[in-house]
């Protein structure tokens, strides 16, 4: 079964963007991707709209809760269908990736989108390791 999706706004401050990792602030728009639980039960992941990556194909007769946004944020949700539909996907650049292991070089070690060979991978991690080591030991 294929996901589903969702627009609301943030009913507290608990939910947490899977994409960034951040919180989502009440009453802020969110977007949900309904996929089938273990149970008989569905999850719901929630992200920021301009952190969620648009599925082909998606209208916005599709999105449950669209017809609930105030006028301003229903624009919003269209012009990021619009956007997204109109760029392709592209792939991140080396120096992008750059920008995110300096920002956070945990990251290097988990996130499977860094296109990375293992090979080089493997030798990233050797030296984040060292490098650590060596900062901890002065």
Same mark, same amino acid.
């Given at each position: 079964m294929p996901a589903s999706y969702c627009?609301?706004?943030a009913a507290s401050n608990r939910s947490t963007c899977k994409t960034c990792k951040t919180k989502i602030d009440a009453a802020a728009l969110r977007?949900?991707?309904?996929t089938p639980g273990p149970g008989d039960y569905d999850i719901t992941s929630w992200r920021h709209l301009a952190c969620n990556k648009q599925p082909k194909g998606l209208v916005e007769a599709e999105l449950a809760g669209f017809d609930t946004?105030?006028?301003?944020?229903?624009?919003?949700?269209?012009?990021?269908?619009?956007?997204?539909?109109?760029?392709p996907a592209k792939k991140r650049s080396a120096d992008e990736l750059q920008a995110v292991v300096e920002l956070d070089p945990k990251k290097v070690l988990? =996130?499977? $989108? !860094?296109? +990375?060979?293992? =090979?080089? $991978? !493997?030798? +990233?991690?050797?030296?984040l390791? !060292?490098?650590l080591r060596l900062a901890l030991t002065r």
């Amino acid at each position: 079964m294929p996901a589903s999706y969702c627009v609301q706004y943030a009913a507290s401050n608990r939910s947490t963007c899977k994409t960034c990792k951040t919180k989502i602030d009440a009453a802020a728009l969110r977007i949900g991707t309904i996929t089938p639980g273990p149970g008989d039960y569905d999850i719901t992941s929630w992200r920021h709209l301009a952190c969620n990556k648009q599925p082909k194909g998606l209208v916005e007769a599709e999105l449950a809760g669209f017809d609930t946004l105030r006028p301003p944020d229903q624009q919003a949700v269209r012009d990021w269908l619009t956007a997204a539909a109109a760029s392709p996907a592209k792939k991140r650049s080396a120096d992008e990736l750059q920008a995110v292991v300096e920002l956070d070089p945990k990251k290097v070690l988990y =996130l499977p $989108w !860094l296109h +990375l060979s293992w =090979l080089h $991978w !493997l030798s +990233l991690r050797l030296s984040l390791r !060292l490098s650590l080591r060596l900062a901890l030991t002065r």
